[in-house]
């Protein structure tokens, strides 16, 4: 095969094609390719695949006692490994999201399993806090970028009409990982080691990689329509910058909504990273696992609200094109946010504070798990619609586009754990709470603004947006 043949497959091509430079490509093939039982299968490999970053991520909260009382160190210094984590989910995101538009989903999946493996046993062998930060974001790492690929694998399968529900049954799954991951972690603690559970997760990693390589097919519109039918050439390296994709955060419509999923997100951390100094202190609780457990409440409110608020923003959007006689207008999709923007996120917030400072006893304790119950339930309604609104607003960029906004929102998160501790100290529960929700409703406030000025916005600031007729 000379070079010049060579350059007209594969790889070249695909980039090429995403450019919107090939002929090949028939925007009308790029739902039918799978079936509705194979989009089912693809959706929910990578939504079990997203499950190990919940892990990582929550499984850790539970053990920080332990780990610091055998790194000899303090509390709030082991949690900064929190931080630090969705610290590297960030730089992981946006790495995997940019290298998936040349080379692939499938392929970022697989080389991103060695990092989680190397991370995993790293961690369990760390015998120092600056070998348990190093081993933590390389751990982070080669497992956080999946909740952008994922993302960019429901925006290739699924047209706008069906994308918030099968986003929300993509997140719901992999809020399964918020479920179990801090029980499995105050189990681990308290009946083993939290160095056994990393070793565990090393496993699980290796496991998954055997599954995605027989298993997951190239779902990328650029990678697999025009090559249907014949295996592509084995492609030559391509450079591509990692950080571009954070350019698409200079549309405003896009910046501000990310901001307000990551306010969002801070509300979470904000009740479930001091539980132990809310619910355990308040309530006398000592034992790793039952404060894990304590985590279940919040969890299952995920896992039930993600398809809930997915399908009522497919809803909303369904209405509204009806109302318009079938135009599309993409903030639409964001009138599902005041359900939890307004409503549930900002009232569980001041509801947890005032519970856990002044009412005691088994009262108190139920009334406390049902208010991160709402927390949960209503967090997905700000995050869900507008992770869609992002797919929906740049889905021949999908990927990128999650990948950006979950940097972004990382940064948002990292700042707001790392203040929570001492401002609960300063503070208090009530205050740091009250501040958090009233962060919340100013949130919603930039969503109405997008829905109001939404379309010149836009026009302000063109980043490549979808249009009515590539949707």
């Not at 497992?143 to 529900?165: F, H, I, M, Q, W």
């Amino acid at each position: 095969m000379s070079v010049s043949d060579f350059e007209r497959t594969g790889l070249l091509e695909n980039h090429d094609a995403r450019l919107g430079n090939s002929s090949l490509q028939d925007p009308r093939d790029v739902y039918s390719r799978f079936n509705h039982r194979q989009r089912r299968s693809v959706l929910s490999l990578v939504a079990f695949a997203g499950l190990i970053p919940m892990l990582v991520w929550k499984s850790f909260i539970p053990s920080v006692p332990q780990v610091a009382k055998e790194l000899d160190s303090d509390e709030a210094t082991v949690s900064l490994a929190v931080s630090l984590s969705i610290f590297a989910s960030a730089a992981s995101a946006i790495f995997w999201a940019s290298q998936s538009s040349v080379y692939g989903r499938r392929l970022m999946y697989l080389w991103g399993v060695p990092f989680l493996c190397a991370g995993s046993i790293g961690v369990a062998s760390s015998t120092s806090i600056p070998a348990l930060f190093f081993w933590r974001f390389v751990q982070s790492f080669g497992c956080s970028g999946r909740l952008a690929l994922g993302s960019g694998v429901v925006g290739d399968l699924y047209p706008l009409e069906e994308r918030g529900a099968a986003l929300g049954m993509f997140f719901g799954v992999i809020l399964l990982g918020t479920m179990a991951a801090p029980t499995i972690g105050g189990v681990f603690t308290t009946y083993a080691s939290w160095r056994d559970l990393h070793l565990v997760i090393a496993a699980w990693g290796c496991l998954e990689f055997i599954i995605i390589y027989l298993s997951l097919p190239e779902t990328g519109h650029s990678h697999s329509v025009h090559n249907k039918g014949r295996v592509p050439a084995r492609p030559r390296f391509l450079f591509v910058n990692p950080l571009k994709c954070l350019g698409l955060l200079r549309s405003p419509n896009l910046l501000l909504a990310n901001t307000v999923a990551g306010i969002g997100m801070v509300t979470e951390f904000i009740l479930l990273v001091p539980i132990a100094h809310t619910l355990g202190k308040q309530y006398n609780i000592t034992n790793e696992a039952i404060i894990g457990a304590c985590f279940l409440p919040h969890s299952i409110g995920n896992f039930l609200g993600a398809p809930v608020a997915g399908r009522l923003s497919d809803l909303v959007i369904q209405q509204w094109r009806r109302k318009r006689e079938g135009e599309w207008v993409p903030e639409d999709r964001l009138r599902a946010v005041y359900i939890g923007g307004l409503f549930l996120v900002p009232l569980s917030l001041v509801g947890f504070g005032l519970v856990t400072t002044y009412v005691e006893g088994i009262i108190g304790l139920v009334t406390s798990l049902v208010l991160l119950f709402i927390n949960g339930f209503g967090v997905d309604f700000v995050v869900n619609p507008v992770n869609s609104y992002c797919v929906d607003l740049l889905h021949s960029q999908s990927a990128e586009i999650m990948a950006a906004g979950n940097a972004f929102r990382a940064i948002i998160m990292a700042t707001g754990i790392s203040l929570v501790l001492p401002s609960i100290q300063h503070f208090g529960v009530l205050t740091t709470n009250v501040i958090t929700a009233l962060l919340m409703l100013a949130g919603y406030g930039l969503i109405h603004l997008i829905i109001t000025f939404g379309d010149r916005m836009r026009a302000s600031i063109d980043v490549g947006y979808t249009t009515s007729s590539n949707i």
